[in-house]
């Protein structure tokens, strides 16, 4: 019992949570950029991505292009050879991406509208893949959205991770793009916030950067968890 308390103080500084927040900032920040309802957390959507990340985990899927070193080559990526889980289900829509940086909101909202720009005819496969993940997290009617991710091999600290992130109710419908992607023009020269931006880490926000936790923090949670163990 005490072993599991331990866990679940010290579940924070191992990044679970975290990035988890992070995540929830990006895609709400770029919904406030849209003018559309920010989402909201769904335990049951994080719960199944979690589980469906850690499925993923297991597959050995050769290593992607980083989101962050396509940008300094200056080509446009996704990560492909991950599957769906229900390509064909009504209930949510899903996105997945390969990380070490949190970059994957910031990327599928700035090369994603990119790729959104081009005539659907002309995209490539990278392209509408980046296309629809951007219009998955700037959907107007969606309401919800849970995060997962698990470790992409748990033996190299710090390594690779996967994210799976689930929308509620479902985007990407046909028929439905012109009511839910109501800015086209932003198209043209949208932008996230850079993540290095100094007013950004200013805040509280600032000790999540890539999913770290600021060493204080977990040196007081530390102390904390000690003196319960020591009480008990």
């Known amino acids: 019992m005490l072993l599991f308390l331990f866990f679940l103080a010290f579940r924070p500084c191992l990044g679970y949570n975290v990035i988890r927040s992070e995540m929830y900032e990006a895609h709400n920040s770029h919904r406030r950029t849209w003018l559309v309802p920010e989402l909201i957390e769904s335990d049951d959507l994080s719960k199944d991505a979690e589980e469906y990340a850690m499925h993923l985990s297991t597959l050995n899927i050769p290593d992607q292009i980083l989101y962050e070193t396509a940008k300094e080559r200056n080509v446009r990526v996704d990560h ?18 390969e990380f070490i940086k949190n970059e994957c909101i910031y990327y599928w909202a700035t090369e994603g509208a990119k790729s959104y720009a081009i005539e659907k005819e002309r995209r490539t496969e990278v392209e509408q893949s980046l296309a629809d993940k951007f219009s998955a997290i700037t959907w107007k009617s969606t309401r919800e959205m849970g995060v997962g991710w698990a470790p992409k091999d748990r033996s190299k600290r710090g390594g690779r991770k996967i994210l799976v992130v689930r929308y509620n109710p479902a985007g990407n419908l046909p028929g439905e793009y012109e009511k839910n992607i109501e800015e ?3 198209l043209e020269y949208f932008e996230m916030p850079t993540r290095e931006d100094p007013d950004r880490w200013r805040n509280g926000s600032a000790r999540l950067r890539y999913g770290l936790v600021d060493l204080q923090i977990c040196i007081y949670l530390f102390v904390l968890t000690l003196r319960f163990i020591r009480k008990a």
């Open 80 to 97: 492909l050879d991950y599957p769906l889980s229900e390509p064909d289900n009504e209930f949510y829509t899903e996105n997945i991406c």
């Open 184 to 186: 086209p023009k932003f």
